[in-house]
């Protein structure tokens, strides 16, 4: 019902930062916390970022903790993780999220978009 379409994902140099964005489309986008994950070659999903419905509360994992922030603008039914100071862990297919309030665990979400990949360089 819901469908998500990410973009913004390339290749940039450690340091550097990238915008990804995450378009929605087909049910209502506000009914949803929406989040961010990322998955590298033999590792498991981990989680990124999420944020409320109303986009007044973010988590983030201890890993991109004052380094990514998360945000959506529900006028556009889109969400961004804008990720600063990139490391080479950092490398992965980023994927974003779509599910109830409260949504935090990989499990809980309910819409996936086909992911969008991030490579850093060192």
């Known amino acids: 019902q819901v469908q998500l379409v990410e973009s913004g994902g390339g290749l940039v140099q450690a340091g550097g930062s990238l915008r990804l964005s995450c378009a929605a489309s087909g049910g209502t986008f506000s009914n949803y916390d929406m989040g961010w994950f990322r998955q590298a070659p033999g590792k498991e999903r981990e989680f990124v970022a999420a944020i409320s419905r109303s986009g007044s509360s973010t988590y983030y994992s201890d890993s991109v903790k004052g380094r990514f922030t998360i945000s959506r603008d529900n006028a556009e039914n889109t969400v961004y993780l804008q990720m600063n100071s990139l490391k080479p862990e950092d490398t992965a297919v980023y994927y974003c999220?779509?599910?109830?309030?409260?949504?935090?665990?990989?499990?809980?979400?309910?819409?996936w978009g086909q992911g969008t990949q991030v490579t850093v360089s060192s």
């Open positions: 999220s779509a599910g109830p309030a409260g949504s935090r665990r990989s499990r809980e979400f309910d819409y």
